[in-house]
């Protein structure tokens, strides 16, 4: 099991930005897929970006609705992932969920990801 803790959530106004952080154990984030999925009260959770394990592969994944806006990076200094939210819009308002897949490669399907953190409210007013 991956300890997952996921902060920067926060409340801001549309058109701004906020970064999330994902502070995950050593070695982490060069042996797992990681992922960004968010969630709206009774509602599923959503894909909102993905990295392959070591950034094997250059190019991230990103759900259409985010593509242009929000960037997934890492620190492997600091064991932290992060999502960088830029033009944030209401639409964007939910719990961000970080998690880890125990293989290389990333999916869309948040069934696929064995790890979760608790998640960070993130909340954009109009």
């Known amino acids: 099991q991956v300890s997952l803790v996921e902060s920067g959530g926060g409340l801001v106004q549309a058109g701004g930005s906020l970064r999330l952080s994902c502070a995950a154990p050593k070695s982490t984030l060069s042996r797992y897929a990681m992922g960004w999925f968010r969630q709206i009260e009774g509602k599923q959770r959503e894909f909102v970006a993905a990295a392959a394990a070591g950034w094997i592969q250059q190019a991230a994944d990103y759900a259409d609705s985010v593509k242009g806006r929000f960037t997934i990076s890492r620190d492997n200094a600091k064991n932290t992932l992060y999502l960088q939210m830029n033009s944030l819009k209401p639409e964007d308002t939910a719990v961000y969920y970080c998690?880890?897949?125990?293989?290389?490669?990333?999916?869309?399907?948040?069934?696929?990801?064995?790890?979760w953190g608790r998640g960070t409210q993130v909340t954009v007013s109009s």
């Open positions: 998690a880890a897949r125990t293989v290389f490669t990333t999916t869309t399907d948040p069934g696929g990801y064995d790890n």
